[in-house]
């Protein structure tokens, strides 16, 4: 038999009663991050995509396959990733293509699982000079910055008022990459460079982003 505690509670009863609040504190702690999770996606802004378009295909041995989608609007896309996404008013420069890219199904992108970006891609109507704009959930480390080159040079810059780098690399120095981000996003900007159209004109037409 059991011996009671001072307070007239057993012993066993006391670990069980700190086992259920040791299980509840988690729960509600695993609750708060996926509020948080679709907090920063801001699914109202931007719906997510249901259906066949919120899943990845399965590989043999379990893991998804990356996705990659084409779309004839923007907001379609903004579903894919689950997160609304800027674009340019700049005049002389239209919108060409978009797509998107998701490596696992969106219940987990929106816990911070994976990597989902779209791609807006711009073509210059004077001289048909291609901008590619992507933009994808931020959770702490940078995608885009995991694939710069460490001997890319780099440029401090700011875009709407956020700073930001420009990457520039060796084998091709008039090509110039920039990566910058928001409170929820991460922003790269690709553009081959010219005498007619340099960084400073870049940036120009960046600050044009809503």
């Known amino acids: 038999m059991q011996n009671a505690t001072r307070d007239g509670h057993t ?15 988690a729960v509600a702690a695993l609750v708060g991050v996926v509020i948080v999770a679709f907090a920063l996606f801001e699914p109202e802004g931007a719906p ?18 990356p996705r990659t989608e084409s779309f004839e609007t923007v907001e379609e896309a903004e579903a894919f990733i689950c997160h ?9 420069w239209t919108l060409d293509h978009i797509a998107g ?9 929106v816990e911070g699982r994976g990597i989902g970006y779209v791609s807006l891609g ?27 080159p460490s001997d890319a040079i780099r440029e401090p810059i700011a875009v709407t008022g956020r700073p930001g780098t420009a ?15 928001d409170s929820t996003l991460e922003h790269r900007a690709s553009v081959q460079l010219t ?3 340099e960084l400073e004109d870049l940036l120009e037409v960046l600050n044009t982003l809503e």
Do not use: K, M, Q
């Open 11 to 25: 012993p066993g009863a006391v670990s069980g009663a700190r086992l259920v609040i040791v299980i509840l504190g």
């Open 122 to 148: 711009y073509l210059e109507d004077a001289s048909g000079r291609p901008l590619t704009l992507d933009a994808a959930p931020l959770f702490g480390v940078s995608y885009f910055e995991s694939n710069i």
């Open 167 to 181: 990457y520039r690399f060796g084998i091709n120095p008039f090509f110039v990459t920039v990566i910058w981000f």
């Open 101 to 109: 890219e998701r490596t696992v199904p969106i219940e987990l992108l």
């Open 48 to 65: 997510c995509a249901s259906g066949e378009l919120a899943s990845n295909p399965r590989l043999v041995d379990g893991r998804y396959e």
């Open 195 to 197: 005498p007619d159209f």
């Open 84 to 92: 609304d996404v800027p674009e340019l008013h700049a005049e002389g």
